[in-house]
């Protein structure tokens, strides 16, 4: 386990994704890296009644049940924390690819995030393919304050973030997606956001190297191409427009 992480979760759907699942426990094993799979696999969990105490009538009956089951996992995380005083927890999506240097370069993101204030997330993924401006840039620096998240397929939290985000609940049930949620409590100085650079973690998803039980082999070789394409020019022209 990596020095000042408490916890682990891997938020993963029970059913239809298992090859998610052993990519997960092979790859974390790899790294020495214990875990848990939090998912709503309990019948009371996908009744209305219960599902309102999280959300908003409208998201429920406009979203697809998929994306109301991934933004409760990630609620259920935040809730171990506090139930189980996880001081600070790395929160991961099932289809991670670790990017070079995981291991040394979360050593020192940790170390460095556990310096700023409570109440604070900090996105590790490149998944939106966002970076921080060459110019703001330092070799020593790992954390910088942005103003959006990069999805939420892999991040940092400590436990008055997770308290805060817990307590705008009970006040404001959830609109949105997890990723967009991230977003408006962030605009809502709920919580605080920090991208890590470089980012050191990519997801399946995203870079065509993982293909879930809608999409074929095929579009996933084609979304691989693509991304590469775009994170190529991204890092690096729009990068060097942006200095």
Not at 42 to 52: C, F, G, N, R, V
Not at 79 to 92: H, N, Q
């Amino acid at each position: 386990m990596i020095d000042g992480i408490d916890q682990i979760y891997v938020v993963h759907a029970p059913t239809g994704y298992e090859h998610r699942e052993t990519w997960v426990k092979r790859l974390f094993s790899k790294h020495d890296l214990d875990f848990e799979f939090i998912c709503d696999d309990k019948p009371l969990m996908q009744t209305e009644s219960y599902l309102l105490k999280y959300f908003t009538p409208h998201f429920l009956a406009t979203e697809p049940k998929n994306r109301i089951s991934i933004t409760l996992s990630h609620i259920l995380c935040y809730e171990k924390m506090l139930s189980e005083d996880v001081d600070m927890a790395i929160i991961f999506e099932d289809d991670p690819y670790f990017l070079k240097g995981f291991d040394s370069i979360l050593r020192k993101v940790v170390k460095e995030f556990r310096i700023h204030p409570q109440g604070a997330i900090v996105s590790i993924e490149n998944s939106t393919l966002r970076f921080p401006k060459r110019s703001e840039r330092n070799k020593l620096q790992y954390l910088y304050r942005a103003e959006s998240g990069r999805c939420a397929g892999a991040y940092l939290l400590n436990l008055q973030g997770a308290r805060n985000i817990l307590n705008s609940l009970q006040e404001e049930k959830c609109e949105a997606v997890i990723d967009h949620w991230h977003n408006q409590l962030i605009q809502r100085d709920v919580i605080k956001m920090f991208w890590a650079h470089p980012p050191i973690v990519e997801q399946g998803s995203l870079n065509g190297k993982m293909f879930g039980i809608h999409s074929s082999m095929k579009n996933s070789a084609r979304r691989r191409i693509s991304f590469a394409f775009e994170k190529f020019y991204k890092m690096n022209i729009l990068s060097f427009l942006r200095k």
